[in-house]
Every structure is written in C-alpha cells, then in structure tokens.
C-alpha cells in the first residue's frame, strides 16, 4: 500500500506557465483532497472531490482547475502561475467525511518566479 | 463560519517537560476534532481525534478531550521526548474542515 503519492516533489515555474500537479491514492477512498499551505499558515483547501466525475470548491479555489475521472486519481491545474501560488500543496484522501481521516501524501513544494 | 484558533508558537521544551498545545473553535453544527503532526519535509499524519462531546482521544503518550461547554480540544502530554519535535496542528470537520495554523514544538536534550 503505497497510501496517498504526489509527483513533482519540488518544481519551479515562471509566471504565466501553467503545470498539473500529480496525485494518486491506493486505498479505495472516495473523498479526495487539495490543500496549500503556506508558511506559517495552517492548511487552506483548494478543492475536493466526493468521487469520481465529482468535485467542489474549496476556501482559496482562485487559480486552480481540478478533474477526478477515476476514484485514484486527481490532479490539479495551474493555468497561469503567479507568485502568490508559491505553496507547498497537499493531497489527501478519505473513506468519508465527517470523524473520518484524512491521509496525505508528502506534498510538492511550488516557487513560482 | 467554522474556525479553529490555536496557541501561537514556537514552543521550546525541554526533554520531560509537561506539554499543552491550545486548541479552540467555532462551529455552527457538532463537529470532529483532530490533532495531526507534521514532522520535518513531510505530510500530515494523523495524532489523534475525538468525534463527539466529552470524547477523549490519546495515542502516543499524547491526550486531547473534547470539550463542548468550552470550546476547546487541548493536546496535553505529560512527559515529552526530543522525537516530539514536529509542528501540530488542530482541525476540525464539519459541513467543511478547517486547519488552525499550525504550532512548532521543539524539545532539546
């Protein structure tokens, strides 16, 4: 069980590029979660998915694009980087809501120049 | 909207120090607590969780109660060791989950 995975582990982009963040999870788990966090900030959510073909906006969705085709997946988009999107970003993923928990992968830390 | 509000860090201890970390929060329905860590360069990792009133969650030496009457989900451990040092973080879900900011603990020898 390789538990939730997240690829690129560092990356730096200049403004105006765009990137997908990669993440997968083994578990079978139909909520899926992407959080930034920033330093000295606790985690924001940026947006979620309750399952396949189904997702919602977080608290801070400005600047990201999501997609969940398949229960392992779901990565998340960048458009157009800006330097205020320089974060080290989360997935996670849960069998359900509520008292569930949350697992998350090591994240990817993202400068953008 | 929910919040949670926790003690601002750093907090430097040392080895066998008693611990508290200050947890409070604001929530329109009844909502779960957690306690997660983050050690060094990596993601969140469950601690401990507590999902209705008067609940006490614990695990690894470390305790949180659930206390509606105030509010609050203090993480407490008695005897702390040099690997504690990590950055926690008190959250909570409800119709949404939110993360306090998170508090840097560092224990020395």
């Known amino acids: 069980n390789a538990g939730v995975t997240q690829t690129p582990k560092f990356r730096i982009l200049k403004i105006g590029q765009s990137m997908t963040l990669q993440c997968a999870q083994d578990m079978n788990h139909n909520y899926m979660y992407w959080y930034r966090q920033d330093p000295g900030m606790g985690l924001k959510l940026i947006y979620y998915?309750?399952?396949?073909?189904?997702?919602d906006k977080g608290e801070v969705p400005n600047g990201y694009n999501v997609s969940r085709s398949t229960t392992e997946d779901f990565p998340l988009r960048l458009e157009l980087a800006a330097p205020s999107q320089t974060s080290v970003y989360f997935c996670?993923?849960?069998?359900?809501?509520?008292?569930?928990?949350?697992?998350f992968g090591p994240g990817t830390r993202l400068l953008v120049l | 909207g929910n919040s949670v509000t926790q003690m601002e860090g750093p907090v430097t201890l040392s080895e066998e120090a008693f611990l508290t970390i200050n947890c409070t929060y604001t929530a329109t329905g009844y909502p779960s607590l957690f306690w997660y860590v983050q050690y060094p360069g990596e993601g969140l990792q469950l601690l401990l969780k507590a999902t209705k009133a008067d609940d006490k969650g614990s695990n690894k030496g470390f305790e949180a109660t659930y206390r509606k009457e105030t509010t609050s989900f203090h993480l407490e451990k008695g005897s702390v060791q040099v690997s504690d040092s990590a950055v926690y973080f008190c959250a909570l879900v409800d119709n949404d989950m939110r993360f306090g900011a998170g508090t840097r603990l560092t224990v020395k020898p």
């Open positions: 998915s309750v399952g396949a073909g189904i997702t």
């Open positions: 996670a993923s849960s069998s359900g809501t509520s008292g569930e928990t949350q697992y």
